[in-house]
């Protein structure tokens, strides 16, 4: 039963981690709904320890970015609408806003999604790998192509019949005088 509980919400979580400035992030939106509390609430306690949120760990939304993530996501539609540019938090700093919100629900669930960034993190490691493997492979069959081509070549120039040798006619012809052949 554990299992199945653990496994809901990192599946909720990795469906909320969006790809902003080359990095991985949470909207503040849905990080608040994740914790149980308020985006008011979250935004409040990241005014007030605005020392605790560097740039790697929290960045503010321009209007360009709001306006494209609340057309990508549809449950963020209505942040189109919001007077403020929403925050978007990286996996410390989702982290961090579990620890200044200080409530029950917040730190569970930061072990969820901190274990979603671990996950996403090792998918892209894998594909990175798997990249990899097949850009080799495919310089293999490139080089086992040129290696077969050149095989068959060869097999075609053996396969064909030898031309005949130009026979001396027979007989006996006068020193300056030409045969027909």
Do not use: W
Request: hydrophobic share 40%; aromatic share 6%.
């Amino acid at each position: 039963m554990a299992q199945k509980q653990a496994l809901m919400p990192i599946e909720r979580i990795e469906n909320k981690i969006l790809l902003i400035r080359g990095q991985k992030v949470i909207i503040g939106t849905d990080l608040a709904d994740l914790y149980g509390v308020t985006t008011k609430r979250i935004y409040e306690q990241v005014r007030r320890n605005k020392e605790r949120f560097p740039e790697d760990f929290m960045l503010q939304l321009t209007k360009e970015e709001r306006g494209e993530v609340a057309a990508k996501c549809g449950h963020l539609a209505n942040l189109r609408f919001s007077s403020i540019l929403p925050y978007a938090f990286t996996e410390h700093g989702t982290i961090m806003a579990a620890n200044v919100l200080n409530s029950g629900q917040a730190i569970e669930v930061s072990l969820f999604v901190v274990r979603a960034f671990i996950k996403l993190r090792e998918t892209a490691v894998s594909h990175t790998q798997l990249a990899l493997k097949l850009t080799e492979l495919e310089h293999k069959l490139t080089a086992h192509d040129q290696a077969i081509i050149s095989i068959v070549d060869a097999i075609k120039e053996l396969m064909k019949p030898p031309e005949p040798k130009k026979k001396r006619p027979v007989g006996f012809r006068p020193a300056g005088v030409q045969s027909d052949a």
